[in-house]
């Protein structure tokens, strides 16, 4: 056998390729997934870092200090798995938690001037956190007056434009947004954007003092600032005078003006600058995955290992498989040169155990098949062998003189001629059934005329045999069958009955219904067959007259042909008997093929 050809060696082969894929795939995946895992890490540390600086940024805007920020910053450790800790300026501990001595903060916290990196806040604005209100903030009385004047005047907006929507300032104030401007002022829109008191004096405070420091900068400007902290310059000394556009260097410096005299005015109304720092929990022991020398030896070393794993599994599963494989050849080679007896030993319950199994069946099949063939070569020649010695034994009569062909010596050896021709015709329609080339031509059978005919046929027979031969039906039957094919199935089995049934007995048929199949049963009251022939009539050449006369014991032919004929139909014979009482074979067909 030829090595590239072994089931071992391609056992091997596809062993080794199947590890080696599944190393190259298992390396891919975990460098991928390790790359996928470390961005994911990324993005949630820096999601992490925006809420822990959002959190803290929001405590200092709105309380004056950080007394009580150690729950908070409990909670914040617990929900993002990092170390939060806060300090002044000289890394005086806030909240209990203790803070490095050399390293650099991760941030500052100081809601004045926040970092426009964490918060996503676009460059060029006063970098204030808009949570910081302090005294611009209304009264709860305030609030729920100007939120009752707001649903008025949205209602109204909405009833004449069908827009707007209400919008509340982190001060506490609502806004009409969305809507046209002359439709909120015909609303009476302009009320909610009235400043007083408390906060009046609040906003002429800072009105001043922007005004001041526009004086000190050499700019001769005068803004009004609304409720919401926008300022305008007005065209004349009126405070109803339109507002001008302002130079590009007049905007700039009330700009820096308004955002420095803010940062002075809210500065009691913010909790101190702080300094916070964000590190992981044990970090300093995730050095993280690299591909380093001594990281590539190892992954070698694994993937050497489970190389050396699989082809060892592959080799002993591929011995334990071509084994019993070899004996299975082996025992085929044997079988064809004539060794009957030969056998192999079934190993487990697996496939190879299920196939030696299949193999053992076959050979018991092979020779009882053989056996039966020799068998039947030799009824064959039996059967044949009487009516030719028959044949010749009178031909040579007449041939020596001793006998003379008469009528009665003519008639006789038509007889024996007819017998021979009858054996032919069996084996021929049993040749035919076992090629699988038996056609049946069905179509729709009355069953009780069929049955009539087959009586009518063999009456004269059983009238000649002192026989009683009748038929019965119950009811009109009708089947999908071949009547001729069915006929010489129900006149075998009759034959048969008549053979061996004495002088005075009685042979009947019946035919019903039993669920969609059609039953017909022919009955005698014969001799009757031993129970331990009985699994044996429908066998080739077997006759319960074993002495082979032809009168009584037939060609052993006709019940092996009825059960041909019936299985062509789809159906089955089974047989029942008692000695001395006789015996009744059934025929089962479906009553539509």
Known sequence: MAVRRSILVRLLAGAVLIALCSIAATAWLAARSTTVAIQEQQGQALADDAKIYNTLLEYAATHRSWQGVDRLLTKLSQDTGRQISLSLRDRTPIGGKPVPETRKPSAFIDPLRIDPNLVGAEGGGDLIDPRVVGPFALTPAQRTAYNELAQRVLKCVQGRSGQGRIEVAPTGRPQILDAPEATVAGCQGDRLALIEPPQLKAYEELQKDVNSCLNTRGRKATIKLDANLNWSIPSGPAQAAPAVAPPAATAEAVETCLTNVRRDILKPYVAPFALLFVSAPGSSASAGFDLSAANQKRIAGVAAAILGITVLIAVLGGIRLVQPLRALTKASRQMTSGDEEIRVRVRGQDEIGQLSLAFNELADSRAKT??????????????????????????????????????????????????????????????????????????????????????ATYLSQAEHAGITLSSATDGDIELDADPVRLRQAVGNLVANALRFTPAGGTVRINAHREGTDVLIDVTDTGAGIAPEDLPKVFDRFWRAEQSRNRHTGGSGLGLPIVRSLIEAHHGTTTATSHLDQGSTFTLRLPQTN
């Open 370 to 455: 053989e056996s039966l063939r020799r068998a039947m070569v030799s009824d064959i020649a039996h059967e044949l062998r009487t009516p030719l010695s028959n044949i010749r034994g009178w031909l040579e009569a007449v041939e020596d003189g001793v006998a003379h062909p008469d009528q009665a010596f003519i008639a006789s050896l038509s007889e024996e001629a007819a017998l021979l021709q009858h054996i032919i015709d069996d084996l021929r329609d049993l040749a035919t059934a076992d090629a699988g080339n038996l056609r049946i031509h069905p179509e729709r059978v009355y069953l009780g005329l069929l049955l009539d005919q087959v009586v």
